[in-house]
């Protein structure tokens, strides 16, 4: 295909013409389609289905050191529930406490206590005229959404093919004693995909902070969201607890992991790790908070999970299903938009999304032009902070959800918008 | 008996002499019991066990409406949950928030929440130099642990008969826009399970606060937790929704309450109600904190007890199991206490508490003495904020989670515990 950047102005109008065309005959068929959320579908739901059942009456509601689940109690989750955590925190199990259904409250709450309570002795964050957060970009946006509801500056750092911009956060982190964190989803990324290298890791734990009470928000939501079984084999991340203990900053992190892109979504197990004298002094506060997650479900996913091996296997099953669907997004963008110059995508061997770059000032008006022809994308802005994506390109693409049809009609959809607002963008030039 | 009272020292002496060979006695059976929290007993939570497996498969996994509990969403709770929840709450069912386990954990929030942003636009608690909560006592020692961590001042008020002594209440809310809440546990109050009287209802809502975000935090942890039929029939406490409504002070109150001693202590659902400005701003702050509660218990637990009736004979069943147990710490208090003129006991219609109080000074050394015999006890001074019972004579007894026969054994242990201590306070005199 020919580059619309090398197009004249007479051929990208008679080419917007033709796609022009093309959106209408799509918008004729009142498509309704969602793109939106990294949600899993209806058939990786059903893989752990088989778990709403695996306790059976009144004698197996007990843990295996024989304490029953169905009562008060153990604060930081029952054994087994522990063990399962460590395979996904990468750490010794009791380094593990056991929270509920969303490792976002845990975040959540990490940062709050902090607000409030300060970390091991610092002064508590509220107490400072403003705080400040590295947050590389294109990231997570409902980790922008905590930061923004405190009040937190967010510092946009760019997330290259190994890791955040090394150079530039050393050197934020090293300036203001303001700056308190950065977010860090180190494996398959959310939206690009990228891990972290072994030198991205080791800089983050050695680098020189203003403030010693800085700390690395780890969340490992995709640990072990492998595409491939050769993905589930090779991709591996430096762990950050061993990198921190090794440079002398052991209380720098806190992680975070869930089972919620393992089981079930709405109805999961969350868990944190972090160092000795942070994990103490979090177990003090959340005394005040509560009594214990839901032991019955710690017992439900135990069981069902109970090992690393157990738990690649079930992988295996959601790669079986996601794989088809992420293959679809290559060939369908590579189909519709390569060598037209005009956008470029990640191709993750993980995780959850595909990261789309479009022409700049495109990406709002793709997405406009998505959801009057029926198709629900990710908002425009949301992998930035405030919401506001300053080149206006970056777009989520949540392929998990719909179906292998349902997402072959929005991928041709969306293609059709990406070319449209390109060439919409070229004209006015 | 002859009240030790009215006994000379030496009669005092050689009734201690006799007491404390009972109590060597008993030290020598090398008991294990345990009296301390309120927990349910193994037959209580064996009610709620078919919910277990209430939920078969696939095709089980939805609410009326087609929401895939399994998945991400619904910030508020499935329809299904929250008419369940209302039951509780006493409001309509669009009026509620479905949490967690916990609806200890909804209280911390909820304070974290006024602590970090005000209501409705006062100005962040945390601002104050310093805020004052009052505290009915004797109280329940979860709800003053959260004050006490985030610096609140406690300030306690009696509880009598019909609820906090109201002259004293109003005085203080009037005096001070510092004071920005009170605790109440309305119908069968921890420990003393005293109902709130509709004056007290109507007065909390009506009274002067010096605090325009003044907030009632009205537990109602026991609200269908009758001992008896009879019990479940008369007992009512006024809404306190209504009362404010009707006072003009809409906005004053936030109601929770939970299937913890319902269903499963560990894994139950709890809720929160309040105005519609009041929902809509705790909708909007806790949007960055969660996607949705844990929505499979929700359906679980709508299931199992989808109405009201349903609640109420289950219920029931609970006070079944309860009903001899509360008997029996009635039976062995007047067996070995009454006329003594050293101890006066709560004889509650509904609850899990029997509120003690033994002479002025003798708290400590009774559950010390209790714990040397291997009874555990709550411990003295959890019932007043601070963990220090100025008095030092109220203990909370808690019968409801040892067998009938392990109860017997401890009440024994008790009171046998409760003489010698008056004993040696009226010796030492």
Not at 200 to 223: G, P
Not at 275 to 301: C, F, V, Y
Request: proline share 4%; net charge negative.
């Amino acid at each position: 295909m020919r580059a619309y950047t090398d197009m004249t102005q007479e051929e990208i109008r008679s080419e917007l013409d033709k796609v022009q065309g093309e959106y209408e005959a799509i918008c004729a068929k009142e498509l309704t389609l969602d793109m939106a959320r990294g949600k899993p579908s209806a058939a990786q739901l059903d893989l752990s289905t088989p778990m709403l059942s695996i306790l059976q009456g009144a004698n197996d509601c007990f843990s295996k050191n024989g304490t029953d689940c169905r009562n008060y109690g153990v604060l930081d989750g029952i054994d087994e529930a522990k063990r399962m955590m460590a395979c996904l925190l990468d750490c010794p199990s009791e380094d593990v406490i056991v929270f509920g259904n969303a490792s976002l409250t845990v975040m959540h709450d990490t940062i709050v206590r902090a607000m409030d309570f300060g970390c091991l002795g610092s002064k508590p964050w509220s107490e400072y005229e403003r705080i400040k957060w590295i947050c590389p970009v294109p990231g997570y946006d409902r980790h922008f959404a905590i930061l923004e509801q405190f009040g937190i500056e967010m510092i946009p750092v760019a997330l290259g093919d190994d890791g955040p911009d090394m150079d530039e956060v050393e050197s934020i982190a090293a300036g203001d004693d303001a700056v308190k964190g950065i977010w860090c989803v180190p494996k398959y990324s959310n939206p690009s995909g990228i891990i972290y290298s072994d030198e991205t890791v080791r800089r983050l734990a050695t680098m020189k902070c203003a403030a010693r009470d800085f700390r690395i928000f780890w969340d490992n939501a995709y640990c072990v969201h492998s595409l491939s079984e050769e993905a589930a084999k090779l991709d591996r991340v430096l762990d950050i607890a061993l990198a921190c203990e090794e440079a002398g900053s052991p209380n720098r992190f806190f992680k975070f992991a869930s089972t919620s892109k393992i089981t079930f979504p709405g109805a999961g197990v969350s868990g944190f790790s972090a160092s000795a004298e942070n994990l103490a002094e979090t177990k003090r506060l959340i005394g005040a908070q509560m009594i214990g997650a839901d032991k019955l479900n710690q017992l439900r996913h135990a069981r069902f999970l109970p090992d690393m091996d157990a738990i690649g296997a079930h992988m295996a099953k959601h790669a079986e299903i996601l794989r088809p669907k992420f293959t679809l997004v290559q060939e369908k963008l590579d189909e519709g938009l390569s060598g037209l110059e005009i956008a470029k995508w990640t191709n993750p061997r993980g995780g959850y999304f595909v990261s789309f770059d479009g022409l700049e000032g495109t990406a709002k008006r793709t997405i406009q032009l998505a959801r009057e022809a029926g198709v629900t994308l990710t908002g425009a802005g949301a992998t930035w902070p405030y919401g506001t994506d300053p080149h206006d390109s970056n777009i989520r693409i949540a392929p998990t959800m719909p179906t292998l049809s349902d997402l072959e009609a929005a991928l041709e959809v969306f293609v059709c918008c990406v070319k449209m607002a390109a060439l919409e963008k070229l004209t006015r030039q």
